[in-house]
Nanobody, 123 residues
Framework: VQLQASGGGLVHTGDSLRLSCAASGLPFNQWSMAWFRQAPGNEREFVASIDRSASNTLYADSVKGRFTIARDNETNTASLQMHRLKPEDTAVYYC?????????????????WGQGTLVTVSS
């Protein structure tokens, strides 16, 4: 199983950025997907998750209304559209796949993780 996250970069406060996660080696439409992030010195925290059919989504309060998680089961990709970025959104963003969970904010619910992509938001 491989999860390849991409799309990170350096942006300014208020800008938008779209992250992508390409999945391979798993029946993508049978796995829930999520994004987590980890800022320097902090623990990895939940950002957003989406169930197998994209019928349900879940967001951390800190990103609700600014970020949108989506998935395309035809191309085996998940995405995180981020708007109105803030310096506190600066982190390495990880995509994750969970086989046995419908949707969750717990790290333990996800079995496979991508390598992460760095998002830096300057003030």
């Amino acid at each position: 199983v491989q999860l390849q996250a991409s799309g990170g970069g350096l942006v300014h406060t208020g800008d938008s950025l779209r992250l992508s996660c390409a999945a391979s080696g798993l029946p993508f439409n049978q796995w829930s997907m999520a994004w987590f992030r980890q800022a320097p010195g902090n623990e990895r925290e939940f950002v957003a998750s989406i169930d197998r059919s994209a019928s349900n989504t879940l967001y951390a309060d800190s990103v609700k209304g600014r970020f949108t998680i989506a998935r395309d089961n035809e191309t085996n990709t998940a995405s995180l559209q981020m708007h109105r970025l803030k310096p506190e959104d600066t982190a390495v963003y990880y995509c994750a796949a969970g086989r046995w969970t419908l949707i969750s904010h717990y790290r333990s619910a996800y079995d496979h993780w991508g390598q992460g992509t760095l998002v830096t938001v300057s003030s």
